[in-house]
């Protein structure tokens, strides 16, 4: 009864009421629900306290940023996902339909944040692209890998802009997406706004995955794994929290000589080889079940799927040797 009083007493205020239906609508920071609300940023910040203290919103930080959402779980979650047929006056229905109004220029100020960046780094970004196949192409091989396994939650690392979680939106049940950027999260927040199963996007190492163990279904890494000076930890990494017989695909560059992707892209390695990525992932707990190799340009792309052994095989004893043990 105590929480549940706590939830009720902290929604008794209108602008609190505002600010969860705002938060139904999409993750918003701080200073965009002041701009919304037409109130001071200390002054939302008292009542985002309150809804935070009850359960009801969660906070995430991203960099120097933090954004808010409804609680993902708890009785606050609950409630709040009822708000919709909360018995609202005429008057409130009309002050939130009119916030929900102003989120248009929220949107239109993420777009114009995410053109410029685009603007800024095009150039080298089109260099890159340049050396290889179409990203048309490479995207269809990993449609094409994927089908037929289920994906579950996915887990994409090195979101970047989001587009490996937009084009696997339509068959997963539920998408993390992580990056280390919080400008790349808020490019990847605005181009995934309309998707409609669940996206997290969560600021993160691929080192140091803040993630649960065997939480996640299937995992992608798409060009990113040439990012890392110890690939073999990211791949260890990624098997700690995929399930037993879930799928990691990963996407890059063959070995090539082309250094000039050291100072241009940041790149720490020059490709993989089908003999390191299998032998990092038998030493992670992951069979490497197909390759594929594109072909364009002076660089082949890879892809490489592999499943995470099932809890079974896992187990200390094998089918033969737990019949011998009975």
């Known amino acids: 009864m105590a929480e549940l009083i706590d ?25 965009e629900l002041a701009v919304v609300l037409d109130q001071s940023q200390p002054r939302v910040s008292r ?11 969660e906070r995430q930080r991203e960099g ?11 009785s606050g979650a609950r409630v709040a996902a009822e708000a919709g047929e909360w018995p609202f006056s005429e008057r409130e229905a009309l002050v939130i339909a009119y916030d929900a109004s102003r989120l248009a220029a929220v949107r239109a100020e993420r777009a114009a ?8 780094h095009a150039a080298e970004w089109d260099a890159i692209r340049s050396r290889h196949v179409a990203e048309s192409e490479v995207e269809a091989a990993m449609l094409g890998m994927m089908t037929g396994r289920p994906l579950g939650h996915l887990l994409d690392i090195g979101t970047g802009t989001g587009r490996m979680a937009e084009i696997f939106a339509p068959t997963a049940h539920r998408i ?12 990847a927040r605005t181009k995934l706004a309309g998707q409609t199963v669940p996206i997290d996007l969560v600021q993160g190492d691929f080192l ?35 399930r037993g017989d879930g799928h990691l695909l990963i996407v890059d560059f063959a070995p090539h000589e082309d250094e000039e992707l050291r100072t241009l892209g940041a790149h720490a390695r020059l490709g993989f080889s089908d003999a390191q990525i299998r032998s990092w992932f038998a030493a992670a707990g992951l069979a490497l079940e197909s390759t594929q190799t594109l072909e364009g340009g002076d660089l082949a792309v890879k892809l490489w799927l592999g499943r995470r052994h099932s809890d079974e095989d896992r187990s200390p004893l094998s089918h033969n040797d737990k019949r011998l043990a009975a």
Do not use: C, K
């Open 7 to 31: 939830i009720f007493r902290a929604l008794a205020d209108p602008t609190r009421l505002r600010v969860v239906a705002l938060l139904r609508e999409m993750e918003l920071a701080i200073g």
């Open 47 to 57: 009542h985002v306290r309150i809804l935070v203290e009850a359960g009801i919103v």
């Open 64 to 74: 120097s940023w933090v954004f808010l959402r409804i609680a993902s779980d708890g």
């Open 113 to 120: 944040v995410a053109d410029r960046y685009f603007a800024e």
């Open 176 to 187: 993390t997406a992580l990056d280390r950027s919080p400008e790349m999260l808020r490019i």
């Open 208 to 242: 140091n995955l803040p993630i649960a163990d065997a939480s996640v279904d299937s995992i992608v890494i798409h060009q990113a794994l040439h990012f890392a000076h110890e690939p073999d930890r990211v791949i260890a990494e990624t098997a700690r929290v995929l």
